[in-house]
């Protein structure tokens, strides 16, 4: 039954309010349960919903992509010291 205070669903346990009985499940089922039931397949990490694990596959597959690019100008570098190292003890012939 909807009553007129604008957030009629209060949840039990902390008594906060809630417009829809999908925001008042939403919450019991993120803030006071834990269950985690999606779960990483890269590390392990578990989240509450769905789209939380497809943030954390994004961001790390992002962050990756950025390590992988790092690595690559690095070794590039290295590699340019190397040769310039070696022409200053042979000599440019």
Do not use: Q, W
């Not at 669903?9 to 925001?23: A, D, G, I, L, Q």
């Not at 992002?62 to 992988?68: A, D, P, S, Y």
């Amino acid at each position: 039954m909807r009553i007129h205070s604008g957030r009629p669903y209060k949840c039990k346990k902390c008594s906060e309010c809630f417009v829809s009985r999908f925001k008042l499940r939403k919450h019991v089922h993120s803030i006071h349960t834990a269950e985690e039931p999606y779960k990483c397949t890269e590390c392990n990490k578990c989240f509450v919903y769905p789209s939380l694990l497809r943030e954390h596959v994004r961001e790390s597959s992002t962050l990756r992509k950025i390590h992988i690019n790092v690595l690559n100008v690095a070794n590039v570098l290295l590699s340019i010291l190397h040769c310039a190292d070696i022409r200053n003890i042979h000599g440019d012939d």
